[in-house]
């Protein structure tokens, strides 16, 4: 196999491992008996430990991180499987903070890839991650421990794999760090604001905003809607390297549209406040490979700026979710919108004079 090819697969792996987690990891916790406090405080924990890792990669170097998370995350499986106590979830809480900051040094295995490589990287792990999601379902008809001893063959193959992938590690001190940082730094904090911002509506106030707006449709129904809209969006993703520059501009100005209508009619119907979404994650998607392209060559292929990149990202995710939930709580959902799609907007006109620039070099 090309070591493109190695990478992907990789990378697709890990995100039907996340995918999982996502769900199963709580899910396990709730079935052993835990109270949901109990619960908040082995995630709040995994956070942390998550934070406090990324600190520690930004100043020292791991040999062969990605092998570390494969076998990081082999053990989580084994501890599901073997552990399902508040001890082996603690653990686990821990061990899944430091593989998810480790696995930020993958940016080092992309330094070849072209635009169309991140949009079949793109395509593939979100697909993926809403398979992970839902393995989870199959414990109606499966023990839960069948599926874990399957998904642990399928980490150790991971393991396998990362193996293969071919990379070295540049050495840096920290000043080289720092001289890096401080060419990056005007950049880079104001894109991670702006992109935690949406992010963090569309991944997780999206469906608090459904069931609090639309009273008469049950949990279930909004779970079913809220799935077939995010359907198409898979196309999207693997047709977004076709993208100009025109483009760009004309689908961030389209999404921005869309924000603003949703301010106005979010309420009139779900239907269309879905459509509404829809096409505003649709552009987004398309924009998706370019974005991603340029923004692992303004890290510059660094596995220790890209930790510090993931450090700002969890802060600011922080700060937008409180944010966020204070509007919510005023019962304000247009001015989220408003608010959002302004984000939105300035995030992709940062992005679009980066790409610009960058075709002009």
């Known amino acids: 196999m090309h070591q493109k090819q190695y990478v992907i697969l990789f990378r697709s792996i890990f995100s039907l491992f996340v995918g999982f987690m996502s769900f199963a990891y709580i899910a396990l916790m709730k079935v052993s008996g835990l109270e949901s406090f109990q619960i908040g405080l082995i995630l709040t924990l995994s956070m942390i430990v998550q934070l406090v890792s990324y600190i520690i990669l930004i100043f020292f170097s791991i040999v062969r991180n990605i092998v570390i998370t494969t076998i990081l995350e082999i053990l989580i499986g084994f501890f599901l499987l073997f552990f399902r106590n508040i001890y082996g979830f603690l653990l686990i809480a821990i061990i899944m903070g430091i593989s998810n ?9 992309q330094k070849d890839f072209i635009r169309k490589d991140y949009s079949t990287l793109m395509a593939l792990t979100a697909i993926l991650n809403i398979v992970g999601i839902g393995l989870f ?12 001893s399957a998904l642990i063959l399928v980490l150790i193959l991971n393991a396998i794999i990362s193996f293969k992938i071919k990379y070295e590690e540049p050495k840096e001190s920290l ?7 401080k060419s990056i730094g005007k950049i880079i904090f104001p894109v991670k604001f702006f992109s935690t911002l949406r992010r963090t509506l569309i991944t997780s ?7 609090s707006v639309f009273l008469t449709y049950s949990s279930q129904k909004i779970s079913l809607y809220l799935a077939l809209f995010q359907i198409p969006l898979f ?12 483009l760009f501009l004309i689908t961030s100005i389209i999404e921005f549209i869309m924000f603003l209508i949703l301010s106005l009619f979010y309420s009139v119907s779900i239907f269309i406040f879905l459509s509404l979404i829809l096409l505003a994650n649709a552009t987004a998607y398309l924009r998706a490979p370019a974005s991603e392209e340029i923004m692992m060559r303004l890290l510059r292929f660094n596995t220790k700026l890209s930790a510090l990149s993931q450090l700002i990202d969890v802060m600011f995710s922080s700060l937008a979710s409180t944010f966020l939930a204070f ?5 304000l959902y247009y001015v989220i919108f408003i608010v959002v799609g302004l984000a939105s907007f300035s995030l992709n006109i940062i992005i679009y004079k980066l790409i610009s620039y960058d075709k002009t070099k």
């Open 137 to 148: 379902y199959l414990s109606s008809f499966e023990n839960i421990n069948i599926i874990l």
């Open 101 to 109: 900051s480790i696995f930020s040094s993958v940016i080092i295995i």
């Open 205 to 211: 106030y999206i469906p608090l905003i459904l069931l």
């Open 175 to 181: 000043k080289d760090f720092y001289r890096n940082l």
């Open 327 to 331: 509007l919510i709580k005023l019962d």
């Open 235 to 246: 196309v999207f993703l693997y047709i977004g390297y076709k993208i100009s520059n025109k």
